[in-house]
């Protein structure tokens, strides 16, 4: 199995070690618009050898794991270049711009949209890390519009990666991943944002933050080059949350003015039943 | 070393067990104004007894951790019932009331105010934990209103329990951990009631969550009995982050209506510098 991966960051360059691992057969080759990504994936041994477009014709699978910014042009131009028999693999945050830009190409039924949740908030080749798809949720956005045989292929390799499946319409999936994972990054930033500038002397952060600082800023390190795009697709939504995040803030602080700590701790309270939702989330 | 701890639930069973491991010969006593709260620290051998306030004259030392809307009455309680040479830590996480309130106490120098930044998002006698404080940061308030040996008393228990020491007067305290804790606190309360509101169907949201959303929204899960009372006292600097965070999320949203895409790359890249401030943060 030739397996073309284009963008060899965080996330192509783990799909490249997952797929080492479970596809001993498999030969993986990287394209990154980066020369020093390329080098460090090669270095790291994410990949075998570095390939350019027109090599796309020989693939059986290309992964596409680029910004959403440049996701569009890259997948219009690999379905251009691939073979009748490719499977091609895009990974992106957003979904619905993508598989629009895409219904009418004459390689539709070689594309699968998906949506591996999963990542860490660093990027680049070197934060590539071993099973870091395993157990997580892979959305998959317009599973009919893919060629069977197709299907199977990228079904029998998220299996061995161990991903979970869910199928959902690429609007549905924009709009609530915009709730659970845009809104989140959004918050995090604005935190670290607030923090910074209040905290002229950072060493004063340091010696006071704790673990829970640090776990709800911890999103406030991620990759802008990543983000920046996604919130332009994803505009509408992320707007949207972002409006019930603020007016949400707004009433709590309103409370807080009022002295109404009664419904201070009810409103805390009604939230703390997420307990029960996140336990099965790592 | 007779111990006797006020409030037996996540603080002070962690203190407990540290207590036990670190000074073999100590016997650690149990308050708590809840019945079956006791019963459990007896069970989970946090405590070997439990005691009542008028014990507190034969202590050597009385660690205070209940939620600060009661910890002003009690310190003064406790004050006023122990013997010359014991030693009061109170370890909430508001300090300015609680340090003006027992100013003028005739046994003020039997008093240290402490705030070790340390805990989880549980609470009760279920959730301590061992090792809960080694490495961890201790705020230590009007250190010089403490008599010198109890000081010592006092930072030879912290010393074995691995904290750091850091001192400061109680209107900094309250003024810094209002943007390192408190504001995080209710971002990600506010976090959690904004998705679960626009999520009804809960399998939804846990299927899309990934680790950023759990780790961004975990601090919801913290007991509202803690943290009401909190929002309370230290009314003021909580008021003054949480106008700043809608603002720059505000600010924020405002960027990307504007599609000025540009910018909101720079706000994140500049938030970005955060990381080296955490990286010691664990």
């Known amino acids: 199995m030739k397996v073309y991966i284009i963008g060899i960051g965080l996330i192509g360059g783990s799909f490249a070690l997952d797929v ?3 596809f001993p057969e498999a030969k993986v080759f990287g394209i990154d618009a980066s020369e020093p990504h390329i080098s460090k994936a090669k270095e790291l041994k994410l990949i075998s050898e570095s390939a350019v477009m027109a090599d796309l014709k020989n693939a059986d699978v290309v992964f596409i794991a680029v910004p959403v910014d440049a996701s569009i042009e890259v997948t219009k131009k690999v379905l251009d270049e691939i073979g009748e028999n490719t499977l091609v693999i895009d990974a992106g945050s957003t979904k619905s711009k993508l598989c629009a830009a895409v219904s009418e190409h004459a390689k539709r039924r070689n ?5 591996p ?3 860490t908030e660093y990027s680049g080749p070197e934060a590539a890390i071993p099973d870091l798809f395993r157990g997580k949720t892979n959305i998959i956005c317009e599973v009919e519009k893919t060629a069977f045989k197709l299907q199977e292929r990228a079904m029998e390799i998220f299996s061995k990666l161990g991903m979970r499946i869910r199928y ?3 609007e549905s999936h924009d709009r609530h991943i915009a709730y659970v994972s845009h809104l989140s990054h959004i918050s995090s930033f604005m935190l670290g944002k607030t923090v910074l500038e209040k905290e002229k002397n950072e060493r004063d952060i340091f010696d006071l933050a704790g673990s829970g600082f640090a776990s709800t ?16 697709q994803n505009k509408e939504n992320v707007l949207e949350t972002l409006n019930e995040y603020i007016h949400n803030l707004t009433q709590f602080k309103t409370l807080i003015e009022n002295e109404d700590f009664e ?11 997420i307990k029960s939702i996140l336990n099965g989330i790592n």
């Open 168 to 170: 959902m319409d690429p």
């Open 111 to 115: 594309f699968l949209a998906a949506h």
């Open 117 to 119: 949740i999963s990542g």
């Open 217 to 232: 800023v911890r999103l406030a390190k991620s990759s802008p080059a990543m983000w920046s795009p996604i919130f332009q």
């Open 20 to 22: 080492k691992e479970n």
């Open 263 to 273: 419904e201070v701790f009810k409103e805390m309270e009604r939230t703390n039943h």
